[in-house]
C-alpha cells in the first residue's frame, strides 16, 4: 500500500511540471455552465413543462369532429344561475377585512385588467436579434487588468470652511449650473439601453380661443396612430395673444405608449411615416434632454401620413388635424447612448451631434 | 504511509516552477496562472522585497500566431415563426380584447350611404365582428362565452389571417371599385421560405429568413472555418479584419464593421511547436480574434482569395456544427446569435 501511493501521486504529478505552461493546462480543464446548457428552443421546454398537453395530446377525429360546446350547453335542461359562471369584481374596495375582495389585475374577470399582448412585434423582435449585440459590441471599453479608473471629483462639492457658516450646510451642486446629471455607467450585457416609452404630445392652442372641437380631433388622431386612450390637460402659461388662461383652458391631449403598442408605433413610424417624409432632414442631432430622451416634432400633413388617419381621412376636418411632439424615452443615461440606438434602429439624425 | 505520499508531494511540488506557493492547494495553483487582479498584486508584494527588477507580467517571445478573425453575418430578415401555444395565447387575446373593449364606432369609419358601407355591412354580417383576423365570432351574444378554437381549426394561424386581410381588402376593392369588368387583385405578401430553402442551397443569402447567418469558408485542406488571416505586422486588429475579408471573400460586398473591439476568439494548439522554415522561430499554435461584421448587400467571391479557400456558406447556428470541429464550435458557439 505505501509503496504504491507515493507513485500514484507521481505518475500524476510529474508530467505537469513538462507542460510548457499552467495556463494552457488551465484553459483545458475548465468547465463552463453554457456547456452543458440545453439548446433553448422554446417547444423544447414546453414539452418538458407538460406532457399532456391540449397543443400536443393526439385526439381521435370523430370525438373531435362530434364536440360542440353550443349544442352540448343547450342539451342542459337547467341552466346555471348567472352567478355561477360570471363573476363580477365589486365596484368599490371596501378594505381587506371585506368578505368580497377584487381579484387581480392579471384576472379577466378583474375591472383593471387589460388584454393583450397579441403579437411579437417586429420592431421589438429587430432589437433583440440584431441591435441590442450591435450595441454592446460598439460600446465595450478595454480595461486591461490592475486597471483603476483615475479618481473623479465628487458630483456634489464641499464648502471650503473658510467661514464658520459653512458648518452643516448642505453639499452645493456641479459647477454651471444646479443639475445634476446622470451617472452613465459603462454599457455592460445587463444595462444594454433600450426604448422604454414613448410620449405623443399634441398641444392644440386653437382649442382656446376657438372651439373644442379641436381639442377632440387632435386626441381622436392622437388616439387612432397610438391606440392609447389620451390624457388631457390645462395650460400652464399665461399667454395673452392666444388668450389662454392657466387652469381655464384644455389645450393639449398626451399618451403614453409601453410595451407591445410602443413598438408598433415605433414600427409604424420608422418604416411608414418617416420615408415618406418630403425633404425632411431627420431628427436634429442637438436635439434630447441629456438624459437619454430624444424629442422631435410632426407637422399636421405628416401627422396624416400615419395609415390609421389615411385610411379615413375624409373624417378628420383638414384643418384641424393636429401636429404633435414625439418624445422617445430610453433606458440610455447620456444622449450619445440614445442616440446610437435609434439609428439602429432606424431613426435618422442631421446636423451636428451633440453628445 | 503517510511519509510516502508527504514525500512524493513534496518531490513533486519541487519540480513544479518556484513562484508557487506550498501554502497553495493544488487546484488553485494550476489556475493561479490566470488569476490576474489579485495574483498581480500579492505577488508583486511579495517579489518586491526579494527581487525587484522580476516583473508580474513577464515578457515571452510570441510563440502563437496571432489571426484576425471575421464574423460575418446576416441579420434576420423576417420576424420569427411563432410557437403554438404563442399562436394559441396571442388569439385568445384577440378574442378576449374583443369582449372587453368598446364597441366598434363605425360612423366614424364609414358614411352612410357610400359603397364602402354596404360592403361593411354584408361583411359584419357574415363575420359578426368587425375584427378580420378572429375569425366568425360575436363577442356581444349570448354564447360569446364559447370562444376558444376546436382542435384543426385554423384561425390562429398567421399564414391564415393574413390571407384572410388579403381577401378581405380583395372583396371591398371589388365591390366598390366603378369597373366591374376587371378583377382588382392585391399583392400577397412574399412567402416565408424562399426557392433556395427549397432547394437547401447553402450559398444563397436568401435562406433561412428569420434566422442570423454567418459566412464559413472552406479551406483548402478541407477544414471549414470563420475567415481569419494572420495579423500583419503594424496593423490594428480593425484594418487586418478589413483585409481579411476583402481578401477572402471578396470586394463585392457591402460591410460593415462593428466596433473596434473583438467579440469572441479561438485558441488552436499544435501537437508539436512547428518550427518557421525561414525564420526559425517555433510556433506552438494560433490564436484567432474574431470582429463582428454584418453583411448590407452583394454576395461573398472566392475567385480572387489569397488564400485559395475552395467554397463558402452561410449557415445559421445550428447548421455550423457540421461542419466545424467540436473544439472549434465550442469556442465560437457564444457569439452567435440565438436567433
Redesign the interface.
Known sequence: ???R???R??AR??P??FV????????L?RRNV??EAP??R??DQ?EDLETA?S?TTS?SESA?SS?D??AR?KTRKTQLPRGR?QFRSPKYDRGPLHPHQPPAPSD?SSRL?V??????P?AE??Y???VA??IL????V?TP??FKPPPKAPRLREWDDSSPYHKNRPLRGPRGGDVLRLLRKPIKFNNIPKIERITLHSYVKEAAQDNSGWLHVAG?AVQAISNVRVETFKSKASVANWSLVPGRDTVAVKAELQGENMYHFLGKLIDVVLPRLKDWPGVKGSSGDSSGNITFGLEPEQMALFPEIE??Y??YPPKMIPGCHITLHTTAKADKDARLLLSAMGIPFYGKIVQ | MATGTNGARRAVSLLRPSRLDFGVCRSCQETIGRRNYASAATSESTTASTTPSSSAFPVVSPVYTINAGVVLSRPPQITRDLEPFEKAYFFYQKRLNERLALPFTKYFYFKRGTPLDEDWKKKIQARQTPARDIGKYNAYAQDAWNDELLLGAKESDPEYQVEQLVLDAESTANATSQDTSKKEEIPRPHPRVTEADKKGDQKSLNRLLPRTLYLLVQSKDGYWKLPSTPIQTQETLREAAERTLSQTAGVNMNTWMVGFHPAGHHVYNNRKPHADKVTGAESHGEKTFFMKSRIMAGQADLSASAEKLKDFKWLSKEEIPQFVTQQYYSYIKNMLADR
Open positions: 500500500m505505501a509503496a501511493e507515493p507513485s501521486y507521481l504529478g510529474l505537469r511540471t510548457p505552461s499552467a495556463r494552457s493546462q488551465a484553459f480543464n453554457s456547456d439548446a433553448r422554446l417547444s414546453l398537453s397543443l385526439v373531435a364536440f360546446p353550443i350547453s359562471y379577466p385588467f388584454p393583450g399582448p397579441f403579437a411579437l417586429r423582435q429587430t433583440n436579434s440584431t449585440s450591435d459590441t460598439l460600446c465595450y478595454h487588468p490592475g381622436i385610411v379615413n375624409d373624417m
